[in-house]
């Protein structure tokens, strides 16, 4: 049974550049949130998808966006690149409810130039 | 709003010692509390969670850690460290239904031979 897979493993960008960051849900699971994770800091929310919605949000300006698709894989874009955006983005799926485990992929370090 | 500070950003024990990390938590209304570690370069794995059952939680690897409401703490706790231990450890609290966690700024644990 596949855990969470994420998609690339590193990327460099310069600033301005656009990326979109990829995640494949454990197999069940139909909830995926995205993470943020800045250097030497915790994981920060960025926002939640359930049934192909944006469900929740985070403290995270519009430059950030998702999407999900019906066989519950996500995508983070990200737009117009800062250094500051420079960080682990990690990836989470779970069964929609808070009291269940989210279990984590291993992250894109992206990298803003 | 919820929040989670764990105290002390480095922790240093000798190999079969005891090992304490501290977490405290902010939140309005009962919390769901969990830990997590994560190993260089990966992702997050879930230790253990509290769901406002038994107040004492037994995790993975040996790990526990004790609900004390009127302390608003979740402290974790391991017996006798392992080399293997070493490690970021975070702390996190949701108290929404949606899952959304909200993570401390990390502690990381170093074992000594």
């Known amino acids: 049974d596949a855990g969470v897979t994420q998609s690339p493993t590193h990327l460099i960008k310069t600033r301005g550049q656009q990326v979109t960051l990829r995640c494949s849900p454990k197999s069940g699971h139909d909830t995926v949130s995205w993470y943020q994770q800045a250097l030497g800091q915790g994981p920060q929310f960025i926002f939640q998808?359930?049934?192909?919605?944006?469900?929740q949000r985070g403290n995270f300006p519009d430059r950030f966006s998702g999407h999900q698709f019906p066989n519950y894989s996500s995508e983070l874009n990200v737009n117009a690149l800062l250094l500051g955006d420079s960080a682990l983005y990690l990836c989470?799926?779970?069964?929609?409810?808070?009291?269940?485990?989210?279990?984590f992929g291993p992250g894109t370090r992206l990298t803003v130039l | 709003a919820q929040s989670v500070t764990q105290l002390g950003s480095h922790v240093s024990v000798s190999e079969g010692a005891l090992v304490l990390l501290r977490c405290n938590y902010s939140s309005s209304v009962p919390p769901y509390l969990f830990w997590y570690v994560q190993y260089p370069n990966q992702g997050l794995q879930l230790l253990l969670k509290y769901t406002s059952a038994a107040t004492l939680v037994k995790g993975i690897n040996g790990f526990e850690a004790e609900f004390k409401k009127s302390e608003t703490s979740f402290h974790l706790t391991k017996p006798s460290a392992h080399m293997s231990d070493a490690a970021e450890y975070f702390c996190a609290v949701s108290t929404s239904n949606t899952g959304k966690l909200i993570f401390g700024q990390g502690t990381t644990l170093q074992v000594k031979p």
């Open positions: 998808y359930y049934e192909e919605e944006e469900r």
């Open positions: 989470a799926s779970s069964l929609p409810s808070s009291y269940n485990e989210q279990f």
